[in-house]
């Protein structure tokens, strides 16, 4: 949807009757959050933490675990899945809670994947690959439907589609 149409609708929405009732909520909120790296060295040799703003984590990351063996420490590609992984199951427990159906629990891992050649480095790809255990009010049969639905309302996967291949895989267990 284009945000043009989004802030109009937003527009007619605040003059409409219904604007009282919402008044008590004031505006739609907007948030951000922020990642620091403080890099200390050349790509090669130098290394950091990414720090999240919000405390919630502090990651090292170097050049050499990004393009090799990790050694424990994150890359952005790593971080890159982490946000799609979270972001798709909150959409897809969202979508399956406007269908009056819900799962017990749902186990999603998001595979990011990129090329490294001469002209540097390529993200390519996000594989979401989505497990759902008690699944309520849907058919199994209907659940790789609703899966790749939720993934068109993730804002991870909106902010990604365009610049990699995005795909999904969906069973219950």
């Given at each position: 949807m284009p945000i043009f149409w989004m802030h109009r609708k937003v527009a007619e929405f605040a003059t409409s009757e219904r604007a009282c009732a919402?008044?008590?909520?004031?505006?739609?909120?907007?948030?951000?959050?922020?990642?620091?790296?403080?890099?200390?060295?050349?790509?090669?040799?130098?290394?950091?933490?990414?720090?999240?703003?919000?405390?919630?984590?502090?990651?090292?990351?170097?050049?050499?675990?990004?393009?090799?063996?990790?050694?424990?420490?994150?890359?952005?590609?790593?971080?890159?899945?982490?946000?799609?992984?979270?972001?798709?199951?909150?959409?897809?427990n969202g979508t399956l809670g406007r269908k009056s159906a819900s799962a017990d629990r749902t186990v999603v891992r998001a595979t990011v994947t990129a090329d490294k050649g001469d002209a540097g480095i390529k993200i390519v790809s996000s594989k979401l690959s989505v497990t759902a255990y008690g699944l309520k009010g849907i058919d199994a049969s209907q659940f790789a439907e609703v899966a790749k639905e939720a993934e068109g309302r993730c804002p991870v996967s909106n902010a990604y589609r365009g610049t990699m291949q995005i795909t999904v895989d969906a069973k219950v267990g």
């Open positions: 919402s008044e008590k909520r004031g505006p739609m909120p907007t948030f951000e959050r922020h990642v620091d790296v403080d890099w200390k060295g050349s790509v090669m040799e130098g290394k950091s933490e990414a720090r999240a703003g919000s405390g919630a984590f502090s990651l090292p990351v170097t050049f050499p675990s990004r393009i090799g063996d990790a050694n424990g420490k994150t890359s952005p590609e790593e971080l890159m899945a982490a946000a799609h992984a979270a972001c798709y199951a909150m959409a897809l």
